[in-house]
């Protein structure tokens, strides 16, 4: 059958399916269900009281818990609230308003701020730094990592440049994970900006698929051993590992940048919400316990990363390209106009992320790039989808040969 037959198959059938966002699945959330229970003590090991104000800083036992995980020591983490994008936003509020240590000034006092963006990336980090008009500059992702022979030139050539967004480990949506040596470079490289900020989003450092996980270089210890300690801020939540919506949220960084960051938040709030921490803390209870819990995880996001995997491979031959992660929540396809698929898949009722939503500004100059979120479909909503968009990527490669 041609691809335009099969397609028109396809659109037939009616389908609503959903693959735009990287959501865990129901049965995924109900691997946390007894949170709901919990906590069945409300006071810490401290004998603080849950319930009242108090400890911007988050419960000690839970830093303890999460700084191995996310390689900060537990005096240098920062408990948040369930989103760890709020934080990162508000990090960006915080350095317009006050000026962060190494700062000569405030930077909405700057006549221009330069954020280099790894692409493909993650949208929402690109949505942060557009509100706030930080100039993006998107630099290539390669199998190790962002570019580095581009970061090093830009960050050492121009002072506006402030910023760089990473996910260091099981990168949305490529599943990279950055190299000793592409860490090391990142920890030691000269920059112009002495305020520059390294945003390293490990958001999937626990979001392992196999048995054999990839290590990441531990940034912060690097960077403080090239004297560099205040350059990183370190974000992580259990968002993908508890509830999606109901998680904690952590903050890490050096002694200096830690206190700027409570002196900030301090205005914000009077405390966190130990009770969801507490019920973390009983809940998990040691890295031991995370890491069981994230096997649970795997074997129920796993099969739909090989389902992915295997009909792409049967459908699509060379007609694309895509990652097969060993952890994370996203698969990055390449073909060749994406955006056109985007739209033949929608007009079937499959709903992907926008082409170009990997980039700044929602340009793909190259439109190539389609994220693939397989985790919150079951299999057979999830073999349909992808099944579909196969369909759709031969459909436009057949036009494109005809016209
Ligand atoms: N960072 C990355 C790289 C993500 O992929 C996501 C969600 O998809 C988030 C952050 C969101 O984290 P949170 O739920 O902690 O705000």
Known sequence: MTAQADYS??????????????????????????????????????????????NLQGLAELRELFAPLVQVPAERLVVGG???????????????LTPVPGATRRWVEEPEITFLCPVPGYDRHFTITERFGIKMVPVPMN??????????????????VKGIWCVPKYSNPSGVTYSDETVRRLAAMPTAAPDFRIFWDNAYAVHHLTDTPDELADLPALAAEHGN?????????TS???????????????????EWFLHNTSKQSIGPDKINQLRHIEFLRDPAGVAAHMKRHAE?????????????????????????????????????????????AKAAGIALTPAGATHPYGKDPDNRTIRLAPTFPELDELEQAIEGLA???????????IS
């Open 9 to 54: 198959a396809l659109v037939q059938r009616g389908l609503s399916l959903d693959l735009t966002r990287g959501k865990p699945s129901p049965r995924q959330l109900d691997l946390s269900n007894d949170l709901l229970k919990l906590p069945a003590s409300y006071r810490a090991a401290d004998g603080t009281d849950g319930r009242n104000y108090g």
């Open 240 to 258: 993908k590992v508890t509830l999606a919506g109901s998680g904690v949220s952590f903050f890490g960084s050096s002694p200096a940048n830690v």
């Open 82 to 96: 369930n989103s760890s994008l709020a934080l990162m936003h508000d990090t960006i509020v915080h350095a317009l």
């Open 391 to 401: 369909v759709c990527v031969r459909l436009v490669a057949e036009e494109g040969l």
């Open 300 to 344: 129920l996001i796993g099969p739909k990363f090989e389902l992915v995997d295997k009909v792409l491979t049967e459908r699509l031959g060379d007609l694309g390209t895509w990652t097969s992660p060993k952890g994370g929540y996203f698969i990055s396809l390449e073909v060749p106009h994406a955006a056109e698929v985007v739209a033949k």
């Open 143 to 160: 199998a190790d990592g962002p570019d580095m022979d581009v970061v090093e030139r830009l960050v050492a050539a121009d002072a506006s």
């Open 229 to 237: 300690a205040d350059r990183v801020f370190v974000y992580a939540s």
